[in-house]
Protein backbone atom coordinates (compact mmCIF):
# COMPACT_ATOMS: atom_id res chain seq x y z
CA UNK A 1 0.00 0.00 0.00
CA UNK A 2 1.43 3.19 -0.78
CA UNK A 3 0.14 4.48 3.05
CA UNK A 4 2.85 4.55 5.44
CA UNK A 5 -0.16 4.38 7.99
CA UNK A 6 -2.13 2.06 6.61
CA UNK A 7 -1.76 -1.89 7.40
CA UNK A 8 -3.65 -4.62 5.36
CA UNK A 9 -3.30 -8.14 5.51
CA UNK A 10 -0.49 -9.54 2.89
CA UNK A 11 -2.03 -10.67 -0.84
CA UNK A 12 -1.27 -13.31 -2.28
CA UNK A 13 0.94 -13.45 -5.32
CA UNK A 14 -2.01 -13.74 -7.82
CA UNK A 15 -4.13 -11.00 -5.80
CA UNK A 16 -1.14 -9.01 -5.96
CA UNK A 17 -0.49 -8.83 -9.76
CA UNK A 18 -4.40 -8.90 -10.43
CA UNK A 19 -4.32 -5.20 -8.23
CA UNK A 20 -1.59 -4.09 -10.26
CA UNK A 21 -3.17 -5.20 -13.41
CA UNK A 22 -5.91 -3.40 -12.47
CA UNK A 23 -4.37 0.08 -11.49
CA UNK A 24 -2.25 -0.37 -14.76
CA UNK A 25 -5.77 -0.56 -16.46
CA UNK A 26 -7.62 2.20 -14.99
CA UNK A 27 -4.59 4.62 -14.96
CA UNK A 28 -5.55 8.34 -15.54
CA UNK A 29 -3.96 10.27 -18.07
CA UNK A 30 -0.71 12.88 -16.95
CA UNK A 31 -2.27 15.90 -15.14
CA UNK A 32 -0.32 18.89 -13.95
CA UNK A 33 1.74 19.19 -10.73
CA UNK A 34 0.39 21.68 -7.97
CA UNK A 35 1.02 24.30 -7.21
CA UNK A 36 -0.04 26.11 -10.58
CA UNK A 37 -1.67 29.91 -11.32
CA UNK A 38 -5.16 29.61 -10.74
CA UNK A 39 -5.72 31.59 -14.06
CA UNK A 40 -3.79 28.49 -16.08
CA UNK A 41 -5.98 26.19 -14.96
CA UNK A 42 -9.22 24.74 -16.92
CA UNK A 43 -12.13 27.01 -17.19
CA UNK A 44 -15.54 25.58 -18.85
CA UNK A 45 -16.40 29.14 -19.77
CA UNK A 46 -13.57 29.97 -22.19
CA UNK A 47 -13.99 26.24 -23.53
CA UNK A 48 -16.31 25.18 -26.35
CA UNK A 49 -17.76 22.05 -28.11
CA UNK A 50 -17.97 21.86 -31.69
CA UNK A 51 -20.06 18.87 -33.62
CA UNK A 52 -18.57 17.67 -36.56
CA UNK A 53 -19.66 17.35 -40.01
CA UNK A 54 -21.72 14.14 -40.79
CA UNK A 55 -20.95 11.76 -42.88
CA UNK A 56 -19.86 13.45 -46.41
CA UNK A 57 -20.78 16.21 -44.47
CA UNK A 58 -25.06 15.35 -45.49
CA UNK A 59 -27.70 14.37 -43.39
CA UNK A 60 -27.83 12.76 -40.15
CA UNK A 61 -29.99 9.67 -39.50
CA UNK A 62 -31.05 7.21 -36.55
CA UNK A 63 -28.01 4.38 -36.44
CA UNK A 64 -24.99 6.93 -37.53
CA UNK A 65 -23.16 8.60 -35.05
CA UNK A 66 -22.35 11.93 -33.59
CA UNK A 67 -18.89 13.28 -32.62
CA UNK A 68 -18.12 16.61 -30.94
CA UNK A 69 -14.77 17.82 -30.46
CA UNK A 70 -14.19 19.56 -27.36
CA UNK A 71 -10.97 22.19 -26.97
CA UNK A 72 -10.48 23.27 -23.36
CA UNK A 73 -8.74 26.88 -22.25
CA UNK A 74 -7.40 28.04 -19.42
CA UNK A 75 -8.84 31.31 -17.55
CA UNK A 76 -6.86 33.83 -19.66
CA UNK A 77 -8.09 32.14 -22.80
CA UNK A 78 -5.11 29.93 -23.33
CA UNK A 79 -5.77 26.31 -24.71
CA UNK A 80 -4.60 23.66 -22.81
CA UNK A 81 -1.93 21.52 -23.46
CA UNK A 82 -2.39 18.68 -21.82
CA UNK A 83 -5.14 16.33 -20.98
CA UNK A 84 -6.90 14.93 -17.93
CA UNK A 85 -9.70 16.81 -17.47
CA UNK A 86 -13.22 14.50 -16.06
CA UNK A 87 -15.79 15.66 -18.92
CA UNK A 88 -18.60 13.80 -19.26
CA UNK A 89 -21.51 14.23 -22.46
CA UNK A 90 -25.37 13.67 -23.14
CA UNK A 91 -27.02 13.76 -25.67
CA UNK A 92 -30.86 14.26 -24.97
CA UNK A 93 -34.34 15.40 -26.09
CA UNK A 94 -36.53 17.00 -23.26
CA UNK A 95 -39.66 16.55 -25.40
CA UNK A 96 -39.17 12.98 -26.14
CA UNK A 97 -37.62 12.43 -22.55
CA UNK A 98 -34.92 10.55 -24.50
CA UNK A 99 -31.51 10.75 -23.67
CA UNK A 100 -28.05 8.94 -24.09
CA UNK A 101 -24.55 8.82 -22.58
CA UNK A 102 -20.97 9.94 -24.69
CA UNK A 103 -17.80 8.39 -24.85
CA UNK A 104 -15.09 10.83 -24.19
CA UNK A 105 -11.47 9.91 -25.64
CA UNK A 106 -8.77 11.98 -23.98
CA UNK A 107 -6.24 13.10 -26.77
CA UNK A 108 -3.94 14.59 -24.21
CA UNK A 109 -3.17 17.82 -25.99
CA UNK A 110 -5.91 19.73 -24.66
CA UNK A 111 -9.02 18.26 -26.58
CA UNK A 112 -11.24 15.74 -26.18
CA UNK A 113 -14.14 13.95 -28.51
CA UNK A 114 -17.31 12.84 -27.29
CA UNK A 115 -19.10 9.96 -29.74
CA UNK A 116 -22.25 9.59 -29.08
CA UNK A 117 -24.96 6.98 -31.50
CA UNK A 118 -27.69 8.42 -32.88
CA UNK A 119 -31.06 6.62 -31.70
CA UNK A 120 -34.35 8.97 -31.92
CA UNK A 121 -35.49 10.71 -34.90
CA UNK A 122 -35.89 14.44 -34.53
CA UNK A 123 -33.97 16.96 -32.48
CA UNK A 124 -30.82 15.85 -30.78
CA UNK A 125 -29.10 18.52 -27.79
CA UNK A 126 -25.67 17.45 -26.75
CA UNK A 127 -24.64 18.79 -23.34
CA UNK A 128 -21.11 18.84 -22.32
CA UNK A 129 -20.37 19.21 -18.83
CA UNK A 130 -16.26 19.58 -16.88
CA UNK A 131 -16.76 17.77 -13.95
CA UNK A 132 -13.49 18.48 -12.38
CA UNK A 133 -10.31 19.87 -14.38
CA UNK A 134 -7.27 18.56 -14.63
CA UNK A 135 -5.64 20.13 -11.45
CA UNK A 136 -8.84 19.67 -9.67
CA UNK A 137 -8.15 15.51 -10.83
CA UNK A 138 -4.13 16.12 -9.14
CA UNK A 139 -5.10 17.20 -6.20
CA UNK A 140 -7.85 14.44 -6.00
CA UNK A 141 -5.53 11.28 -7.17
CA UNK A 142 -3.19 12.42 -4.16
CA UNK A 143 -5.89 13.07 -1.84
CA UNK A 144 -7.03 9.58 -0.97
CA UNK A 145 -2.87 8.81 -0.53
CA UNK A 146 -2.31 11.65 2.08
CA UNK A 147 -5.80 11.87 3.79
CA UNK A 148 -7.44 8.48 3.78
CA UNK A 149 -8.59 9.49 7.29
CA UNK A 150 -10.33 13.04 7.22
CA UNK A 151 -13.58 11.48 7.18
CA UNK A 152 -13.92 11.01 11.34
CA UNK A 153 -14.45 7.84 12.48
CA UNK A 154 -14.69 7.10 16.32
CA UNK A 155 -16.18 4.30 19.13
CA UNK A 156 -17.59 4.49 22.34
CA UNK A 157 -16.11 1.49 24.56
CA UNK A 158 -17.72 1.36 28.39
CA UNK A 159 -17.41 -0.88 30.86
CA UNK A 160 -19.49 -0.31 34.13
CA UNK A 161 -19.78 3.33 35.00
CA UNK A 162 -16.23 4.34 32.59
CA UNK A 163 -16.88 5.11 29.38
CA UNK A 164 -13.96 6.43 26.47
CA UNK A 165 -14.28 7.71 23.51
CA UNK A 166 -11.84 7.25 20.56
CA UNK A 167 -11.06 7.91 16.94
CA UNK A 168 -11.11 5.19 14.48
CA UNK A 169 -10.76 4.40 10.63
CA UNK A 170 -8.81 2.12 8.34
CA UNK A 171 -5.65 3.65 8.61
CA UNK A 172 -4.81 5.35 11.57
CA UNK A 173 -1.41 7.60 11.85
CA UNK A 174 1.22 5.65 14.54
CA UNK A 175 0.93 7.76 18.16
CA UNK A 176 2.36 6.18 21.41
CA UNK A 177 -1.54 5.33 21.98
CA UNK A 178 -1.74 1.66 21.37
CA UNK A 179 -4.61 0.41 18.54
CA UNK A 180 -7.11 -1.93 19.20
CA UNK A 181 -7.07 -4.69 15.76
CA UNK A 182 -11.04 -5.20 14.32
CA UNK A 183 -9.63 -6.59 11.16
CA UNK A 184 -11.70 -9.32 9.44
CA UNK A 185 -10.88 -12.60 9.99
CA UNK A 186 -12.14 -14.31 7.12
CA UNK A 187 -11.70 -11.70 4.32
CA UNK A 188 -8.94 -9.07 5.32
CA UNK A 189 -10.99 -5.43 6.01
CA UNK A 190 -9.25 -3.84 8.27
CA UNK A 191 -10.79 -1.38 10.71
CA UNK A 192 -8.64 0.03 13.71
CA UNK A 193 -9.34 1.98 17.10
CA UNK A 194 -7.08 3.69 19.20
CA UNK A 195 -6.66 1.58 22.44
CA UNK A 196 -9.02 3.58 25.47
CA UNK A 197 -6.68 3.87 27.78
CA UNK A 198 -8.89 2.41 30.75
CA UNK A 199 -10.86 -0.15 28.96
CA UNK A 200 -9.81 -3.24 26.71
CA UNK A 201 -10.54 -3.35 23.26
CA UNK A 202 -13.67 -5.78 23.71
CA UNK A 203 -14.85 -3.37 25.56
CA UNK A 204 -16.15 -1.43 22.02
CA UNK A 205 -19.87 -0.46 22.39
CA UNK A 206 -20.78 1.38 18.59
CA UNK A 207 -19.36 2.86 14.97
CA UNK A 208 -20.39 6.59 15.00
CA UNK A 209 -19.14 8.76 11.74
CA UNK A 210 -18.38 12.01 13.79
CA UNK A 211 -17.16 14.93 11.30
CA UNK A 212 -14.36 15.65 8.66
CA UNK A 213 -11.02 16.67 9.03
CA UNK A 214 -10.58 20.12 6.92
CA UNK A 215 -7.75 19.34 4.69
CA UNK A 216 -8.49 21.91 1.45
CA UNK A 217 -5.95 24.66 1.21
CA UNK A 218 -7.13 28.39 0.04
CA UNK A 219 -5.67 27.45 -3.22
CA UNK A 220 -6.86 23.77 -3.54
CA UNK A 221 -10.53 25.36 -2.66
CA UNK A 222 -10.27 27.29 -5.41
CA UNK A 223 -10.72 24.25 -8.00
CA UNK A 224 -13.39 22.95 -6.40
CA UNK A 225 -16.40 25.97 -7.47
CA UNK A 226 -19.57 25.32 -8.48
CA UNK A 227 -20.63 27.49 -11.10
CA UNK A 228 -17.24 28.02 -11.76
CA UNK A 229 -14.66 24.62 -12.82
CA UNK A 230 -16.72 21.95 -10.93
CA UNK A 231 -19.50 20.33 -12.84
CA UNK A 232 -20.08 23.49 -15.35
CA UNK A 233 -21.88 23.29 -19.03
CA UNK A 234 -19.28 23.96 -21.73
CA UNK A 235 -20.57 26.11 -24.84
CA UNK A 236 -20.66 25.23 -28.03
CA UNK A 237 -18.61 26.88 -30.40
CA UNK A 238 -21.62 26.36 -33.00
CA UNK A 239 -25.14 24.61 -33.25
CA UNK A 240 -25.52 22.06 -30.21
CA UNK A 241 -27.78 20.60 -31.85
CA UNK A 242 -28.60 18.36 -34.95
CA UNK A 243 -31.75 16.92 -36.63
CA UNK A 244 -31.85 13.09 -37.15
CA UNK A 245 -33.38 11.46 -39.86
CA UNK A 246 -35.09 7.96 -40.08
CA UNK A 247 -32.68 4.98 -40.46
CA UNK A 248 -31.42 4.38 -44.11
CA UNK A 249 -32.78 1.03 -45.29
CA UNK A 250 -30.59 -1.80 -44.48
CA UNK A 251 -28.81 -0.05 -41.66
CA UNK A 252 -28.88 -2.48 -38.56
CA UNK A 253 -31.63 -1.93 -36.22
CA UNK A 254 -30.46 0.60 -32.91
CA UNK A 255 -31.00 -1.83 -30.20
CA UNK A 256 -29.05 -4.59 -31.94
CA UNK A 257 -26.65 -3.13 -33.60
CA UNK A 258 -25.30 -0.35 -30.99
CA UNK A 259 -23.81 -2.91 -28.19
CA UNK A 260 -20.38 -1.95 -30.05
CA UNK A 261 -20.44 1.45 -28.38
CA UNK A 262 -19.80 0.17 -25.17
CA UNK A 263 -23.20 1.81 -24.28
CA UNK A 264 -25.61 0.15 -21.63
CA UNK A 265 -28.21 1.34 -23.08
CA UNK A 266 -30.33 4.92 -23.63
CA UNK A 267 -33.85 6.66 -22.23
CA UNK A 268 -36.68 6.92 -24.74
CA UNK A 269 -39.89 8.79 -23.31
CA UNK A 270 -38.69 8.07 -19.89
CA UNK A 271 -37.91 4.63 -20.64
CA UNK A 272 -34.59 2.66 -20.17
CA UNK A 273 -33.76 1.21 -23.26
CA UNK A 274 -31.10 -2.10 -23.31
CA UNK A 275 -28.40 -1.76 -26.14
CA UNK A 276 -27.12 -4.88 -27.21
CA UNK A 277 -28.01 -6.64 -23.91
CA UNK A 278 -30.62 -8.06 -21.83
CA UNK A 279 -34.55 -6.60 -22.98
CA UNK A 280 -35.65 -4.09 -20.65
CA UNK A 281 -39.29 -4.77 -19.70
CA UNK A 282 -41.51 -2.50 -17.96
CA UNK A 283 -43.02 -3.46 -14.27
CA UNK A 284 -45.72 -0.67 -14.08
CA UNK A 285 -47.64 -2.31 -11.09
CA UNK A 286 -47.80 -4.24 -8.02
CA UNK A 287 -48.95 -7.13 -9.70
CA UNK A 288 -46.32 -7.51 -12.67
CA UNK A 289 -43.41 -7.11 -9.82
CA UNK A 290 -45.24 -9.53 -7.35
CA UNK A 291 -45.74 -12.20 -10.13
CA UNK A 292 -41.66 -11.63 -11.33
CA UNK A 293 -41.01 -12.29 -7.78
CA UNK A 294 -43.00 -14.99 -6.92
CA UNK A 295 -41.29 -17.68 -4.93
CA UNK A 296 -38.15 -15.75 -4.93
CA UNK A 297 -35.61 -14.79 -2.07
CA UNK A 298 -34.07 -11.03 -3.14
CA UNK A 299 -31.05 -10.32 -0.61
CA UNK A 300 -29.86 -6.42 -1.41
CA UNK A 301 -26.31 -5.66 -0.12
CA UNK A 302 -24.36 -2.68 0.06
CA UNK A 303 -24.97 1.43 0.87
CA UNK A 304 -28.18 3.87 0.62
CA UNK A 305 -27.89 3.81 -3.08
CA UNK A 306 -28.96 0.14 -2.97
CA UNK A 307 -31.42 0.58 -0.19
CA UNK A 308 -33.60 2.49 -2.43
CA UNK A 309 -33.97 -0.03 -4.52
CA UNK A 310 -35.16 -2.52 -1.12
CA UNK A 311 -37.32 0.45 -0.34
CA UNK A 312 -39.45 0.44 -4.23
CA UNK A 313 -39.45 -3.03 -3.36
CA UNK A 314 -41.07 -2.71 -0.11
CA UNK A 315 -43.50 0.08 -1.56
CA UNK A 316 -44.59 -1.80 -4.48
CA UNK A 317 -45.29 -5.31 -2.84
CA UNK A 318 -48.75 -4.17 -1.12
CA UNK A 319 -48.72 -7.81 0.05
CA UNK A 320 -45.85 -7.72 1.56
CA UNK A 321 -45.03 -7.57 5.57
CA UNK A 322 -42.02 -6.00 7.22
CA UNK A 323 -40.58 -8.40 9.55
CA UNK A 324 -38.86 -6.66 12.61
CA UNK A 325 -35.47 -7.41 12.85
CA UNK A 326 -35.01 -5.01 15.66
CA UNK A 327 -32.82 -3.63 13.01
CA UNK A 328 -31.08 0.44 13.60
CA UNK A 329 -33.04 2.37 11.68
CA UNK A 330 -30.17 3.37 8.78
CA UNK A 331 -27.92 0.45 8.32
CA UNK A 332 -30.75 -2.42 8.95
CA UNK A 333 -30.83 -5.41 8.87
CA UNK A 334 -34.49 -5.25 7.66
CA UNK A 335 -36.95 -7.82 6.14
CA UNK A 336 -40.19 -8.18 4.17
CA UNK A 337 -42.22 -11.30 3.16
CA UNK A 338 -44.97 -11.53 1.13
CA UNK A 339 -46.44 -15.14 2.63
CA UNK A 340 -49.14 -15.69 -0.47
CA UNK A 341 -46.16 -15.16 -3.27
CA UNK A 342 -43.49 -16.49 -1.05
CA UNK A 343 -41.78 -13.43 -1.78
CA UNK A 344 -38.79 -12.53 0.56
CA UNK A 345 -36.70 -9.20 0.47
CA UNK A 346 -33.90 -8.59 2.93
CA UNK A 347 -31.55 -5.51 2.98
CA UNK A 348 -27.75 -5.24 5.21
CA UNK A 349 -25.41 -2.60 5.06
CA UNK A 350 -21.74 -3.18 3.44
CA UNK A 351 -19.10 -3.43 6.30
CA UNK A 352 -17.51 -0.83 7.66
CA UNK A 353 -16.28 2.27 6.59
CA UNK A 354 -19.30 3.62 6.65
CA UNK A 355 -20.74 7.11 6.95
CA UNK A 356 -23.30 7.01 9.52
CA UNK A 357 -23.72 8.33 12.16
CA UNK A 358 -24.14 5.50 14.65
CA UNK A 359 -25.06 1.66 15.02
CA UNK A 360 -23.95 -1.10 17.62
CA UNK A 361 -20.27 -2.85 16.84
CA UNK A 362 -22.23 -6.18 16.66
CA UNK A 363 -24.35 -5.33 13.71
CA UNK A 364 -20.73 -5.14 11.39
CA UNK A 365 -21.11 -7.73 8.79
CA UNK A 366 -18.34 -7.74 5.79
CA UNK A 367 -20.52 -8.74 2.76
CA UNK A 368 -18.35 -11.34 1.85
CA UNK A 369 -19.18 -12.69 4.94
CA UNK A 370 -23.34 -12.80 4.35
CA UNK A 371 -22.40 -14.11 1.07
CA UNK A 372 -21.01 -17.72 2.74
CA UNK A 373 -23.67 -18.36 4.62
CA UNK A 374 -26.31 -18.16 1.41
CA UNK A 375 -27.97 -21.20 -0.31
CA UNK A 376 -28.80 -20.13 -3.45
CA UNK A 377 -30.31 -21.55 -6.08
CA UNK A 378 -32.46 -20.65 -9.38
CA UNK A 379 -34.80 -18.49 -7.28
CA UNK A 380 -32.06 -16.61 -5.15
CA UNK A 381 -31.27 -13.27 -6.62
CA UNK A 382 -28.14 -11.10 -4.88
CA UNK A 383 -27.72 -7.72 -5.10
CA UNK A 384 -24.82 -5.76 -4.73
CA UNK A 385 -24.48 -1.88 -4.75
CA UNK A 386 -21.17 -0.83 -2.94
CA UNK A 387 -19.33 2.19 -3.55
CA UNK A 388 -19.70 5.55 -2.04
CA UNK A 389 -18.58 4.86 1.56
CA UNK A 390 -15.33 3.58 0.34
CA UNK A 391 -14.36 6.59 -2.13
CA UNK A 392 -12.34 8.66 0.62
CA UNK A 393 -9.93 5.36 1.16
CA UNK A 394 -6.84 4.44 -1.40
CA UNK A 395 -8.49 2.28 -4.32
CA UNK A 396 -6.36 -0.62 -3.56
CA UNK A 397 -8.94 -0.78 -0.60
CA UNK A 398 -11.89 -1.52 -3.12
CA UNK A 399 -9.54 -3.41 -4.92
CA UNK A 400 -9.39 -6.04 -1.49
CA UNK A 401 -12.44 -5.33 -0.98
CA UNK A 402 -13.84 -6.64 -4.02
CA UNK A 403 -11.85 -9.49 -4.20
CA UNK A 404 -13.15 -11.11 -0.94
CA UNK A 405 -16.45 -10.59 -2.07
CA UNK A 406 -16.05 -11.57 -6.14
CA UNK A 407 -14.67 -14.88 -4.29
CA UNK A 408 -17.64 -15.53 -2.41
CA UNK A 409 -19.99 -14.38 -5.53
CA UNK A 410 -17.67 -17.49 -7.42
CA UNK A 411 -18.24 -20.03 -4.70
CA UNK A 412 -22.08 -19.06 -4.03
CA UNK A 413 -22.17 -19.46 -7.89
CA UNK A 414 -19.89 -22.83 -7.82
CA UNK A 415 -22.32 -24.30 -5.28
CA UNK A 416 -25.64 -23.23 -6.59
CA UNK A 417 -25.09 -22.06 -10.78
CA UNK A 418 -28.79 -20.89 -11.31
CA UNK A 419 -27.99 -17.97 -8.51
CA UNK A 420 -28.46 -14.73 -10.11
CA UNK A 421 -25.89 -12.10 -8.74
CA UNK A 422 -26.91 -8.11 -10.31
CA UNK A 423 -24.21 -5.38 -9.03
CA UNK A 424 -25.03 -1.49 -9.14
CA UNK A 425 -22.22 0.55 -9.89
CA UNK A 426 -21.38 3.85 -8.60
CA UNK A 427 -23.21 7.07 -10.21
CA UNK A 428 -22.46 11.26 -10.79
CA UNK A 429 -23.90 13.15 -7.55
CA UNK A 430 -24.35 16.70 -7.07
CA UNK A 431 -22.62 16.97 -3.49
CA UNK A 432 -22.00 21.01 -2.27
CA UNK A 433 -20.44 21.20 1.14
CA UNK A 434 -16.64 21.14 0.31
CA UNK A 435 -15.74 18.02 2.59
CA UNK A 436 -18.46 16.44 0.84
CA UNK A 437 -16.83 17.47 -2.55
CA UNK A 438 -13.46 16.24 -1.61
CA UNK A 439 -14.90 12.71 -0.25
CA UNK A 440 -17.23 11.46 -2.67
CA UNK A 441 -15.92 12.94 -5.78
CA UNK A 442 -17.18 12.15 -9.23
CA UNK A 443 -13.85 11.22 -9.95
CA UNK A 444 -13.29 8.74 -7.30
CA UNK A 445 -16.45 6.80 -8.88
CA UNK A 446 -15.61 7.22 -12.05
CA UNK A 447 -12.14 5.15 -10.57
CA UNK A 448 -14.05 2.59 -8.52
CA UNK A 449 -16.70 1.64 -10.87
CA UNK A 450 -13.44 0.87 -13.43
CA UNK A 451 -12.29 -1.59 -11.04
CA UNK A 452 -15.78 -2.75 -10.92
CA UNK A 453 -15.86 -3.70 -14.36
CA UNK A 454 -12.52 -5.10 -14.34
CA UNK A 455 -12.88 -7.28 -11.47
CA UNK A 456 -16.05 -9.00 -12.60
CA UNK A 457 -15.55 -8.91 -16.43
CA UNK A 458 -15.98 -12.37 -17.58
CA UNK A 459 -17.92 -13.63 -14.50
CA UNK A 460 -21.56 -14.54 -14.62
CA UNK A 461 -22.82 -11.60 -13.35
CA UNK A 462 -24.94 -9.08 -14.41
CA UNK A 463 -24.17 -4.75 -14.29
CA UNK A 464 -26.93 -2.37 -13.72
CA UNK A 465 -25.16 0.78 -15.14
CA UNK A 466 -26.29 3.66 -12.77
CA UNK A 467 -23.30 6.03 -14.02
CA UNK A 468 -25.28 6.49 -17.67
CA UNK A 469 -29.05 5.81 -16.33
CA UNK A 470 -28.07 9.03 -14.21
CA UNK A 471 -26.06 10.75 -16.72
CA UNK A 472 -28.25 10.16 -19.10
CA UNK A 473 -31.51 11.44 -17.33
CA UNK A 474 -32.96 15.28 -17.51
CA UNK A 475 -33.58 14.84 -14.14
CA UNK A 476 -30.14 16.35 -11.96
CA UNK A 477 -27.46 14.10 -10.72
CA UNK A 478 -27.97 12.90 -6.97
CA UNK A 479 -26.32 10.32 -4.71
CA UNK A 480 -30.09 9.36 -4.35
CA UNK A 481 -31.35 9.38 -7.96
CA UNK A 482 -34.84 10.50 -8.00
CA UNK A 483 -37.95 8.21 -8.66
CA UNK A 484 -38.32 7.69 -12.27
CA UNK A 485 -34.53 6.71 -12.29
CA UNK A 486 -34.51 4.19 -9.34
CA UNK A 487 -37.74 2.57 -11.29
CA UNK A 488 -35.86 2.30 -14.35
CA UNK A 489 -33.23 0.73 -12.42
CA UNK A 490 -35.31 -0.93 -10.45
CA UNK A 491 -37.06 -2.51 -14.37
CA UNK A 492 -33.63 -3.54 -14.89
CA UNK A 493 -33.34 -5.73 -12.06
CA UNK A 494 -36.56 -7.44 -12.80
CA UNK A 495 -35.87 -7.75 -16.44
CA UNK A 496 -32.72 -9.39 -15.42
CA UNK A 497 -34.67 -11.83 -12.78
CA UNK A 498 -37.21 -12.49 -15.21
CA UNK A 499 -36.21 -12.41 -19.05
CA UNK A 500 -39.35 -13.67 -20.02
CA UNK A 501 -41.56 -11.15 -19.08
CA UNK A 502 -45.07 -11.85 -19.88
CA UNK A 503 -46.90 -9.35 -21.43
Request: charged share 20%; glycine share 8%.
Amino acid sequence: MPDAFCTFKPLSSADAEEERLILDSIAWPETPPLPVPFLLTSDPAHSTFTILPGRGGGERHVGDQLEVMIQMYDFQGNPKKSGGDAIVARLHNRALEAGVAGRVVDHLNGSYSAVFPLLWEGSAQVEVTLVHSSEAVTFLRRLNKDHPDRVIFSSLFRSGSISETTICNVCLRQTSQPQCNYTDHRTGDPWFCYKPEKLSCDARMNHMKTGFRSVLKDEEKKLFQSNVNLRVFIPASGPANVTVLPQRKGQPGVDGGSGKSGLSGYYYQGVWRSLGGTKVYQFNNSSAISQCLKGKVVHVYGDSTIRQWFEYLDAKLPEAKEVNLNSVIVPGPYMIWDHANKIMVTYRIHGLPYHIPTMPSGKVSYVANELETLTGGANTVVVLGIWAHLSPFPIELYIRRFQSIRRAVVRLLNRAPGTLVVIRTGALQNLKPSHWIICNADWFTLQLNKVLRAMFKGLNVQLVDAWDMVLAHHLPHDLHPKPPIIKNMVDVLLSYTCPQKKT
